[in-house]
């Protein structure tokens, strides 16, 4: 897009989520922004509006951001009831001013889950991310030095599947996108990148098991195969993923029926 | 945890059980629309028909059951999911509620399966139970008297010369009435459409489909369920219209 043809400044109103902090009642607040560039990205205009507010000696607008190049998944922003805003394949830190028109209400809210918790603002904790990842999102291997490249033969077509999971910056807008605030793209993404690979075989079950266990006593809800999860995915990441998460759950709680148990699970090296 | 622990407390292993009754529950509802169509046929189709179930006995009882299990656990598992879904989604709701891409039918599948429900029950008690429209209740009418034997794959089943209900009389009676044929035809409508995203949900929850074959997947299942609107809305359709009359010798003798 040509910077010329986009050079007309436009200003919107902002209606922004307030809250003071965790379990506070929050409300919303309108703020105008002025003069802004097309070519300003999303969070620089809230930079620029935090700015004012600053200067006015009023409490800047929360907001959780890092890399600002869509691959650290911190960003998080519900704009006009879309996790991420209008573009398919984006994240709220690459979204432009110039997707909204002159005049506009832009409505910005945090992602919504119980599992979520509003910490301020527009913030959320997204810990519980992190405690499905610790549950089995992992795999166990020899550390030091490296192996040899190609040792191990992957097919092209699972290698690209596997990336294509591995897409995932775990931002949660999957979750914000559901009905259900289900984290089934999440979790799907994160046991297909690891169970399609050989490395992940070894614990692909337990793994699969642990994971969904998880997720469920964290208080997620269940999938309705709406797939509102992989159109709001800034990575684009397939619900063909959630397809495969369940065969590979119920496949795993067959198998765990029939499993023999070891006598003796202490000791042994490590 | 246990494989049962699996099955009935996961978010997962509850999507299963409603695959696999509504698996059940669909191959019933297909069932049920073949035997009723034969109601376009002779007198004897029919009503040999509903007589066969009865002489299966133990059979239908088996069957009865097992259906009313599989309604059962697909209502609770679906029940219980939503009260868990609408907990997750936290206290505070979006202002501006959007959706992206989730088809009508997966929008309102509470909806169509409640109604289908309180459509079910007054279906039994309309005609199984014969608690409501009485009148017209197959007991309460004169019996029907077989022309000739009814063949389930070649094996006469029903003799000739055997009275059975008149089970063709009531469904057609209990058309004549424009309410109880335009709710039979609204509800038939909303299973269709429930089926509509249930019969490709299924296929997602069991972990079968993916995009290589999901839009053929989608074609076949919406061509079915249109189908299958069309099948069940012919009888009723075909009573108010006057296609679908009773038999002269019922009809001069009904109360
Ligand atoms: C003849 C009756 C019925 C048939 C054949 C049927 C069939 C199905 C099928 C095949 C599914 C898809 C399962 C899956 O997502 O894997 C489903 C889902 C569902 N059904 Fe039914 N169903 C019937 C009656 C009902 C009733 C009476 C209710 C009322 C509670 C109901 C509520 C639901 C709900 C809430 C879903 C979940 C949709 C989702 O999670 O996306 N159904 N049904
Ligand atoms: S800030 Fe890193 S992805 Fe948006």
Not at chain 1, 159 to 188: E, R, T
């Amino acid at each position: 897009m040509s910077s010329e043809k986009n050079s007309k400044s436009i200003s919107v109103t902002l209606r922004v989520w307030r809250q003071a902090g965790p379990n506070k009642p929050g409300q919303f607040v309108e703020y105008p922004a002025h003069n802004l560039s097309p070519n300003m990205s999303f969070l620089e205009m809230l930079d620029v509006v935090n700015d004012e507010l600053t200067v006015k000696g009023q409490e800047p607008i929360a907001f959780a951001h890092d890399c600002r190049e869509g691959i650290c998944g911190t960003c998080s922003l519900v704009i006009n009831g879309e996790p991420h805003g209008p573009h398919e394949g984006v994240a709220s830190c690459q979204t432009y001013i110039r997707s909204f028109a002159d005049g506009e209400v832009v409505t910005i809210e945090p992602f919504r889950a119980a599992p979520f918790p509003v910490i301020k603002d527009l913030v959320t904790d997204r810990s519980a991310f992190d405690k499905i990842q610790q549950a089995g999102g992992f795999i166990t291997a020899r550390a030091g030095s490296a192996p040899d490249a190609n040792a191990t033969s992957i097919s092209k077509v699972d290698a690209d599947l596997a990336m294509d999971a591995a897409q995932c910056i775990g931002c949660g807008a999957c979750v914000a996108a559901c009905k259900n605030a289900s984290a089934m793209l999440f979790v799907a993404a994160k046991v297909s990148h690891l169970g399609i690979l050989p490395q992940g075989q070894a614990e692909r079950d337990k793994r699969v098991l642990a994971m969904v266990n998880t997720m469920d006593d964290l208080g997620f809800g269940g999938c309705t195969n709406q797939y509102e999860c992989s159109a709001a995915c800034p990575k684009l990441i397939s619900h063909d993923f959630i397809s495969r998460l369940n065969g590979d759950y119920i496949a795993a709680s067959f198998r765990s029926m029939f499993k023999q148990a070891p006598a003796q699970t202490d000791g042994g090296a490590g | 945890m246990n494989p049962l622990g699996h099955l009935f407390c996961s978010t997962i292993g509850r999507k299963v059980i409603m695959a696999v009754t509504g698996i059940v529950l669909i191959g019933f509802v297909i069932g049920h629309l073949v035997g009723n169509l034969q109601v376009f046929e002779e007198p004897d189709r029919i009503n040999g028909y509903a007589q066969f179930l009865h002489t299966l006995g133990p059979v239908l009882w088996v069957m009865r059951i097992t259906l009313l299990v599989c309604a059962g656990l697909h209502i609770w598992a679906a029940t219980v999911l939503t009260i868990e879904d609408r907990k997750a989604r936290g206290a505070v709701d979006y202002r501006t509620k959007t959706w992206i891409q989730a088809t009508l039918s997966s929008r309102y599948m509470r909806w169509t399966g409640y109604v289908v429900l309180a459509f079910v029950i007054y279906h039994l008690a309309q005609f199984t139970l014969g608690s409501v429209q009485s009148a017209s209740y197959k007991e309460n009418l004169p019996e029907y008297t077989m022309n000739a034997d009814y063949h389930v794959m070649g094996i006469p089943v029903v003799h000739a010369g055997t009275h059975v209900h008149d089970v063709r009389s009531m469904v057609i009676l209990g058309f004549s009435q424009p309410i109880v044929a335009f709710f039979y035809i609204f509800a038939v409508g909303l299973l269709s459409l429930h089926l509509l995203h249930g019969a490709q949900s299924l296929f997602q929850t069991l972990g079968l489909r993916n995009s290589s074959w999901g839009k053929a997947l989608r074609a076949i299942v919406t061509l079915a369920c249109l189908a299958y609107f069309l099948g069940n809305l012919a009888i009723p359709g075909a009573v108010l219209t006057g296609h679908l009359k009773l038999n002269p010798a019922s009809a001069s003798s009904t109360p």
